[in-house]
């Protein structure tokens, strides 16, 4: 196997108030890092051992960077740091290129990061049973960050300055990602296919980023205009997690509401990386809405569906894609009957999308035990991604020629799914799907004709 995964080291006391104060420091545009790199396993594409901080940590406002990338504090992790191989630039040497991965391997969003890096993995493995790229394998480095803002800088900094990584992919999450982006930035690093539809990150000034999926902003126009054209629904209640990406999340609903001249009806809030949903969900009973657009992820989203049968919320539930769709249906089996989920990639095991019979091919050949998913998927389309930017650069291999294909209007084709980038346009998919729970607790995929149970 091609791939390298590093499990996270075991915090100690003096490690957890060395990151209170790298916090402290940050808010203060003064960065600094005290951790100490973890041990290199060999040859593995499992994820990452669970040892990082459980707690959480609060992160600044919306859709705003974490400090100024330019700041002094994140300023002297530049490019320049050596490499063992012939070429100057970090992680490129003469027989493979290393990328690097900070996503949570452990805590309620776990299995998203588990499914970007299986899907990451099969896509490298599949072009370095081909030979590679321009004779490079590709080799995968990721590191735990338990979907917390203070762990992903960490791991940001650990992996640029280990001075042996290219490029950094497949984040998971809007506040470990709004965290990790300044430190990824004034090191001029590629930040390829967060998980995350969050604004900011499509902000054609962030010029290191190269977005995937479409954004959140598309995504909840997608459920609104479902909701209310197609099912004469006008009441409308959000649940989100109380942070940036519920925020973001929150926002795009409201602005769709705001565009057909009306607001949602109830809002409920919970803490991220808990199930303490029960007061937002009594905030949403009091107005008894016909739809509940949830932002979270699936272990909350899984309990306040199953809470709000119980307290009888009679309503249709619409989640955004980060939810991880796998994972909501193992949690709620057939109590999710009728649970609508958007999509930003198409449906999983539809080999009749070229794409998708490419993806589970790979999977196939990497791990004839893993279970296809949207996840995964969208971790596969990440790897195809890195794989067309690395072949466009040709033998010599460097940060700017890799980040200039992305800029380019060129289209790019993956076996069907098409992505388009620009000078002005950081983003490559705008597609959005859609799907639902079935009576037997499984995901099947949605159209204009499938009838929506009320």
């Given at each position: 196997?091609?791939?390298?995964?590093?499990?996270?080291?075991?915090?100690?006391?003096?490690?957890?108030?060395?990151?209170?104060?790298?916090?402290?420091?940050l808010?203060?545009?003064?960065?600094?890092?005290?951790?100490d790199?973890?041990?290199?396993?060999?040859g593995?594409?499992?994820?990452?051992?669970?040892?990082?901080?459980?707690?959480?940590?609060p992160?600044?406002?919306?859709?705003?960077?974490l400090?100024?990338?330019?700041?002094?504090?994140?300023?002297s992790?530049?490019?320049?740091?050596?490499?063992?191989?012939?070429?100057?630039?970090?992680?490129?040497?003469?027989?493979?290129?290393?990328?690097?991965?900070s996503?949570?391997?452990?805590?309620?969003?776990?299995?998203?990061?588990?499914?970007?890096?299986?899907?990451?993995?099969?896509?490298?493995?599949?072009?370095?049973?081909?030979?590679?790229?321009h004779?490079?394998?590709?080799?995968?480095?990721?590191h735990?960050?338990a979907?917390?803002p203070?762990?992903a800088i960490?791991?940001t900094?650990q992996?640029?300055?280990?001075?042996?990584?290219?490029?950094?992919?497949?984040?998971?999450?809007?506040?470990?990602?709004?965290?990790?982006?300044p430190?990824?930035?004034?090191?001029?690093?590629?930040y390829?296919?967060?998980?995350?539809?969050?604004?900011?990150?499509?902000?054609?000034?962030?010029?290191?980023?190269?977005?995937?999926?479409?954004?959140?902003?598309?995504?909840?126009?997608?459920?609104?205009?479902?909701?209310?054209?197609?099912?004469?629904?006008?009441?409308?209640?959000?649940?989100y997690?109380?942070?940036?990406?519920?925020?973001?999340?929150?926002?795009?609903?409201?602005a769709?509401?705001?565009?057909?001249?009306?607001?949602?009806?109830?809002?409920?809030?919970y803490?991220?990386?808990?199930t303490?949903?029960?007061?937002?969900?009594?905030?949403?009973?009091?107005?008894?809405?016909?739809?509940?657009?949830?932002?979270?992820?699936?272990?909350?989203?899984?309990?306040?569906i199953?809470?709000?049968?119980?307290?009888?919320?009679?309503?249709?539930?619409?989640?955004?894609?980060?939810?991880?769709?796998?994972?909501?249906?193992?949690?709620?089996?057939?109590?999710g009957?009728?649970?609508?989920t958007?999509?930003?990639?198409?449906?999983?095991?539809d080999?009749?999308?070229?794409?998708v019979?490419?993806?589970?091919?790979?999977?196939?050949?990497?791990?004839?035990?893993?279970?296809?998913?949207f996840?995964?998927?969208?971790?596969?389309?990440?790897?195809r991604?890195?794989?067309?930017?690395?072949?466009?650069?040709?033998?010599t291999?460097d940060?700017?020629?890799?980040?200039?294909?992305?800029?380019s209007?060129?289209?790019?084709?993956?076996d069907?799914?098409?992505?388009?980038?620009?000078?002005?346009?950081?983003?490559?998919?705008?597609?959005?799907?859609?799907?639902?729970?079935?009576?037997?607790?499984e995901?099947?995929?949605l159209?204009?004709s499938?009838?929506?149970p009320?």
């Amino acid at each position: 196997m091609a791939q390298t995964v590093l499990p996270k080291h075991r915090r100690s006391l003096t490690r957890r108030l060395a990151g209170l104060l790298l916090v402290l420091a940050l808010c203060n545009s003064a960065c600094s890092s005290a951790a100490d790199a973890p041990g290199a396993g060999n040859g593995t594409t499992a994820a990452p051992d669970s040892t990082a901080a459980t707690g959480t940590t609060p992160d600044p406002g919306d859709d705003t960077p974490l400090h100024d990338p330019g700041g002094s504090g994140s300023s002297s992790r530049s490019s320049s740091g050596s490499s063992s191989g012939s070429n100057a630039t970090p992680g490129v040497h003469d027989d493979r290129v290393v990328f690097g991965q900070s996503a949570a391997f452990s805590g309620p969003a776990r299995d998203l990061g588990e499914g970007m890096h299986l899907g990451i993995a099969a896509a490298f493995d599949e072009v370095n049973r081909a030979g590679g790229v321009h004779g490079r394998h590709l080799e995968l480095v990721s590191h735990d960050d338990a979907y917390e803002p203070e762990a992903a800088i960490d791991n940001t900094r650990q992996l640029i300055d280990s001075g042996d990584v290219f490029a950094l992919i497949g984040a998971v999450g809007t506040p470990t990602s709004r965290s990790a982006l300044p430190v990824a930035a004034a090191a001029d690093i590629p930040y390829i296919a967060p998980f995350t539809g969050a604004a900011f990150l499509r902000d054609a000034r962030q010029s290191n980023v190269i977005n995937l999926r479409a954004s959140y902003d598309q995504e909840t126009e997608e459920m609104v205009q479902r909701l209310v054209s197609d099912l004469g629904i006008d009441r409308i209640g959000v649940m989100y997690q109380d942070d940036s990406f519920g925020r973001a999340g929150f926002n795009g609903v409201s602005a769709a509401l705001d565009r057909r001249g009306t607001e949602a009806v109830a809002v409920g809030i919970y803490p991220r990386n808990t199930t303490a949903v029960k007061a937002g969900l009594l905030d949403l009973k009091q107005e008894d809405p016909e739809a509940v657009i949830v932002v979270g992820a699936y272990q909350p989203v899984a309990w306040l569906i199953r809470w709000a049968g119980e307290i009888g919320l009679d309503a249709v539930f619409v989640t955004i894609s980060f939810v991880g769709s796998n994972a909501l249906a193992q949690e709620l089996g057939p109590d999710g009957a009728g649970v609508l989920t958007t999509q930003v990639v198409p449906f999983p095991t539809d080999a009749g999308v070229a794409v998708v019979a490419s993806y589970l091919d790979a999977l196939a050949a990497h791990d004839p035990d893993a279970v296809a998913g949207f996840v995964s998927l969208e971790g596969y389309l990440a790897g195809r991604l890195a794989i067309a930017g690395l072949r466009s650069c040709g033998p010599t291999l460097d940060r700017g020629c890799f980040l200039e294909r992305f800029a380019s209007s060129e289209p790019i084709d993956v076996d069907g799914f098409m992505l388009r980038y620009g000078d002005q346009d950081n983003q490559g998919s705008d597609q959005v799907f859609w799907s639902m729970i079935d009576e037997n607790g499984e995901y099947r995929p949605l159209d204009a004709s499938t009838e929506v149970p009320r």
